[in-house]
């Protein structure tokens, strides 16, 4: 396991994807979890705690550029580090 005394703050906004400006490295060192609705989500690719939504891949459908077409969801967004 991982020891999270030491890990970063989470932000408020984080995504999977290298590419986006919201993607931060450091995070990804660590077991994080998500919580959407008092549900535990494992297929989340981005967060916004602020705004409430999440984004997830819509089935195995892929955009124009190979990458999973996302679906944004509304709710109670919990981010935490697993440990």
Request: aromatic share 18%; hydrophobic share 40%; glycine share 8%.
């Given at each position: 396991m991982t020891d999270t005394t030491n890990a970063p703050a989470l932000p408020d906004r984080l995504s999977i994807d290298p590419r986006s400006p919201?993607?931060?490295p450091a995070v990804f060192e660590h077991d994080?979890?998500?919580?959407?609705?008092d549900k535990e989500r494992?297929?989340?690719?981005?967060?916004?705690?602020?705004?409430?939504?999440?984004?997830?891949?819509?089935g195995k459908?892929?955009?124009?550029?190979?990458q999973p077409l996302l679906i944004q969801l509304k709710g109670r967004v919990e981010?935490?580090?697993?440990?």
């Open positions: 919201f993607h931060v994080i979890g998500i919580r959407f609705n494992f297929d989340v690719s981005e967060y916004c705690i602020s705004e409430g939504w999440i984004k997830v891949p819509s459908t892929l955009d124009r550029k190979g981010v935490f580090y697993k440990s």
